[in-house]
């Protein structure tokens, strides 16, 4: 079957942690917005796709005036994001059809390469789901509610070996992403991922790229801006 790719890039957020005075999306990296970046990406990767860019209400016209002035072309379906990333990737959902290949990726993302784009699409084709995921270099700590204390996760010094982190595009059957969004909100829903497995799908893993990173803080747009010069 041959299958539609769709990317839903989610950009809903204010980027409150940023300090900055419009949302990290929007702010600029290598002359560009970050959000233009890593949408670039996914066309490079993948000529065909369409693009589904999830934005705060408030800042539409804003992205559309950007796009214009910029005279950056690309087709998109733009949706206004939900209360919660749950709601906004729900409310991506239904512009989607069954019979697709659709990832999920953080608008914050930029540095993904092309080809680690690829290849998740190419291995979604052929079964539920695929996560890029990183090896655990850190010692996890967990911090008791009981008394404030730093703990170290059991289990997790020993053998790290078994600890990941999971990145974006997380890619899926359309069919599969969208049965497991009809499920009700639940705040253990971290990523799409954590929703399509507890709706009893069993998901496959692919390591990612450390590169990868999301752009949160103004020392991860430094980061950013300092690979980006190095490529």
């Not at 041959?2 to 990290?24: E, N, Q, T, W």
């Not at 005036?65 to 950056?72: A, E, G, I, L, T």
């Amino acid at each position: 079957m041959d299958r539609k790719k769709y990317v839903i890039i989610m950009a809903a957020g204010s980027g409150s942690r940023m300090g900055a005075d419009r949302p990290k999306q929007f702010l600029e990296l290598g002359g560009k917005a970050v959000l233009q970046r890593t949408i670039e990406v996914f066309m490079e990767a993948e000529p065909d796709i369409t693009v589904v860019t999830v934005l705060p209400e408030q800042f539409i016209g804003y992205w559309k005036d950007y796009c214009y002035s910029r005279n950056f072309i690309c087709p998109q379906i733009l949706v206004k994001g939900g209360m919660t990333r749950f709601h906004s990737v729900r409310n991506a959902l239904d512009r989607i059809p069954d019979g697709a290949i659709v990832g999920v990726h953080d608008g914050v993302r930029p540095l993904i390469t092309p080809a680690l784009v690829s290849r998740l699409y190419s291995l979604a084709g052929e079964q539920d789901g695929v996560v890029p995921v990183t090896p655990c270099i850190e010692t996890l700590k967990v911090l008791s509610e009981k008394d404030g204390v730093l703990e170290t996760v059991p289990g997790a010094s020993a053998d790290r070996s078994v600890l990941f982190g999971a990145q974006t595009p997380q890619v899926f059957r359309s069919e599969v992403l969208k049965d497991a969004y009809r499920q009700a909100y639940d705040t253990s829903f971290t990523d799409d991922a954590s929703v399509v497995e507890k709706n009893g799908k069993s998901l496959s893993y692919v390591i990612g790229e450390r590169l990868n990173i999301k752009i949160t803080t103004q020392e991860d747009l430094l980061l950013a801006r300092a690979v980006d010069s190095l490529r």
